[in-house]
């Protein structure tokens, strides 16, 4: 870009120069100021000036974007983490262009910066969170092993609870993949009959909601072009909430193009556009188990993409009443 525009300038200053000369030469012919060796020198210190005004007026012109270039190739060369990584100031107020420039770069490293705050989230939350159901299925089966005369009751019991943790690890290894697939793959739609999904969810939780003492209700009809696999994972996550939540009672409802879960629970504590954003729900300190904020992210996602939206929708239980639109 430098020797373009180096060439660029030298040759507006010596073509007109140079038609000016020569103008001159074929309208006076015989004038001995424009003899060929005038002519030769004219040229000469015109092929001269137009250098040097096209190296300084370069130099000029490029002066904010080196120095950004030069900022950039700092930042690279630095051993500071990324976290610290940020633009110096520039030494004189930048053009338009570059100062639009940097505002990107800036955004593009404050996204970073947020994408790697979520990736140490990620990480110590499924540290935290894996690491809670295997100890305590360890500890049960270590207590198994040992203990041969407990009863068969109480052995039911803890081979429940051990059933119990390894399903909350597998309903989170679920929801990272299911994150993993919507990053990577486009949604599958077909047609789908939601009420039929919405009974095929109700039997698939029915066990854990008796033990819950909730009863679980299924209700409406319609249909929508969807992902199936999707839908499922993204019901699953409201179900589950729900079922955490809920005192007796919880709704599946449907109609044309979405579906919703209801309880009778305490309702939102958060705002759901807080909730439903990964790993914000906690920081890295103080992470509850079972907490990786993965549940209403995955169901946001799958509305987004098949081009609807996830709302706190008003129920009638008093509860949380969250609908997925779905298109």
């Known amino acids: 870009m430098r020797q373009r525009l180096f060439w660029i300038i030298a040759a507006l200053v010596f073509l007109p120069n140079c038609v000016f000369i020569l103008g001159m030469w074929l ?39 080196t120095e950004l270039t030069r900022a950039v190739a700092h930042m690279r060369g630095t051993q500071r983490t990324l976290a610290d990584l940020s633009l110096p100031r520039p030494s004189e107020p930048p053009p338009l262009e570059i100062a639009e420039l940097r505002s990107g770069i800036e955004e593009l490293l404050v996204h970073i910066k947020e994408l790697l705050e979520a990736r140490e989230a990620l990480y110590a939350t499924l540290a935290h969170d894996l690491k809670t159901p295997l100890l305590a299925g360890m500890r049960a089966l270590e207590y198994l092993e040992r203990a041969d005369a407990i009863g068969a009751e109480q052995r039911k019991q803890l081979l ?25 793959q486009r949604p599958q739609l077909e047609p789908v009959l939601l009420l039929s999904v919405l009974e095929n969810m109700r039997l698939r939780f029915q066990r854990r ?30 179900i589950e909430n729900a079922l955490r939540f809920a005192r007796t009672r919880v709704v599946l409802r449907c109609g044309e193009g979405w579906v919703e879960v209801e309880d009778d629970g305490p309702g939102l504590q958060e705002p759901l556009e807080q909730l439903s954003q990964p790993f914000r729900s906690q920081r890295l300190r103080g992470i509850r188990a079972g907490s990786a904020g993965l549940g209403l992210f995955i169901v946001r996602r799958v509305a ?4 609807g939206s996830l709302r706190d929708a008003p129920g009638t239980l008093g509860g ?3 609908r997925v639109k779905l298109g």
């Open 209 to 238: 909601a008796a033990e819950k003492g909730v009863t679980v209700e299924v209700g409406g009809i319609g249909q929508a072009r969807a992902d199936k696999y999707l839908l499922e994972r993204a019901l699953s996550n409201l």
């Open 160 to 184: 429940h609870e051990l059933w119990l943790e390894l399903s909350g690890s597998y309903q989170l290894v679920e929801n990272l993949l299911t994150a993993s697939r919507m990053e990577n």
């Open 320 to 322: 949380a009443c969250l």
């Open 27 to 65: 309208l006076d012919p015989q004038s001995s100021f424009l003899s060929t060796g005038a002519r030769a020198g004219w040229l000469l210190v015109l092929v001269l000036v137009a250098l040097l005004v096209g190296s300084v007026l370069t130099s000029a012109l490029l002066r904010p974007l």
């Open 304 to 307: 987004e993409l098949h081009g």
